[in-house]
């Protein structure tokens, strides 16, 4: 079992820049694959990005693709999302999640294990 917390949300204007990091608690952070989600106010949870348990595959969002940049320190057991670039429309609130059985899956129904989230406000 994991614990994930996330920080590093906060208020920014667009072209800005974020990193969000996700803290998780327990010896085997190392054997889960990591994601990052997002929800928007009145739309459903919807994938960022993804990163293997070793941190060699990365996977993203269309959307955020060229803009985000997912990382991991298993020495830290902690998962990073740079995020440059922003838009208005990136506002959400952000939350990590973790998912114990090898495979990339970009359904949030697929994790088992999430953070409270945090929240990400563009300005225009």
């Known amino acids: 079992q994991v614990q994930l917390v996330e920080s590093g949300g906060g208020l920014v204007q667009a072209g800005g820049s974020l990193r969000l990091s996700c803290a998780a608690s327990g010896r085997t952070f190392s054997t889960y694959f990591i994601g990052w989600f997002r929800q928007a106010p009145g739309k459903e949870r919807e994938f960022v990005s993804l990163?293997?348990?070793?941190?060699?595959?990365?996977y993203y969002a269309d959307s955020v693709k060229g803009r985000f940049i997912i990382s991991r320190d298993n020495a830290k057991n902690t998962v990073y999302l740079q995020m440059n670039s922003l838009k208005p429309e990136d506002t959400a609130v952000y939350y990590c999640?973790?998912?114990?059985?090898?495979?990339?899956?970009?359904?949030?129904?697929?994790?088992?294990?999430w953070g409270q989230g945090t929240q990400v406000t563009v300005s225009s």
């Open positions: 990163i293997s348990m070793s941190g060699s595959s990365t």
């Open positions: 999640a973790g998912r114990g059985v090898r495979g990339f899956y970009k359904s949030p129904s697929a994790y088992d294990y």
